[in-house]
Every structure is written in structure tokens, then in C-alpha cells.
Nanobody
Framework: QVQLVESGGGLVQAGGSLRLSCAAS????????MAWFRQAPGKEREFVIA????????LDDTSVRGRFTISRDNAKNTVYLQMNSLKVEDTAVYYC????????????????WGQGTQVTVSS
């Protein structure tokens, strides 16, 4: 099992950047596929981006392609989400998640979740 803790959220202007971190407070992430999801007010949680356990493969949503990058440092037990060229519509609570098995966009396939970190993009 693994417990995940996100950090790095905040308020940023449109066009700006933020980097989110997801650290395992217990357990290790090295064998897990890791992903970021987000949930805006009044909307369902949606997939953002995911990375394989060895960091070689990624999977992203078209809405963030070319702007968001996921990376991981298994030695530090941490996954990162670099968000550039932020838009107002990126405003949401961002969640880190982990799963065994292959990369997937399906939130119901992820076993472990963090508590989320708020990202607010102002115009």
C-alpha cells in the first residue's frame, strides 16, 4: 500500500506555470503507474496525465497536451506535474493516484489516491 500527499497548488495567472508534487508518505511508488486527475467545481473527476513505473511511457489528455508534463523520481518516491501555459479552465483540485497494471485513463482503475491540491488560474 502507499499513501500519497500532493503539494504545490496555488493561485496563478493565466499563462503562468506551476509544478505539483505527489510524495508517498508511506510505502513506495516505484512499482506503480502514477497519474494525475482533476476535478473542477460541479464537474466529474477527469484524467489529466499518467506515467509508467519506469517513467518511459506517458499517457495524456488532449486538453493538456503540449502544456503539462509528468515525471517521476522513484528514488525520492515522488511524482511531478509541470503545468505550463495555464488556462482559466485548468482551475480544479488536482489529485495524484497510483495503480498496479497498465496505464489507463479510467479513475476507477486506480487503487490509491491523495487528498488533492487546489489550483486556481485567474484571468
Amino acid at each position: 500500500q502507499v499513501q500519497l500527499v500532493e503539494s504545490g497548488g496555488g493561485l496563478v495567472q493565466a499563462g503562468g506555470s506551476l509544478r505539483l508534487s505527489c510524495a508517498a508518505s508511506t510505502g513506495t511508488i516505484k512499482t506503480y503507474r502514477m497519474a494525475w486527475f482533476r476535478q473542477a467545481p460541479g464537474k466529474e473527476r477527469e484524467f489529466v496525465i499518467a506515467i509508467s513505473s519506469n517513467g518511459v511511457s506517458t499517457l495524456d489528455d488532449t486538453s493538456v497536451r503540449g502544456r503539462f508534463t509528468i515525471s517521476r523520481d522513484n528514488a525520492k518516491n515522488t511524482v511531478y506535474l509541470q503545468m505550463n501555459s495555464l488556462k482559466v479552465e485548468d482551475t480544479a483540485v488536482y489529485y495524484c493516484a497510483a495503480r498496479d497494471g497498465s496505464l489507463t485513463r479510467r479513475s476507477d482503475q486506480y487503487n490509491y489516491w491523495g487528498q488533492g491540491t487546489q489550483v486556481t488560474v485567474s484571468s
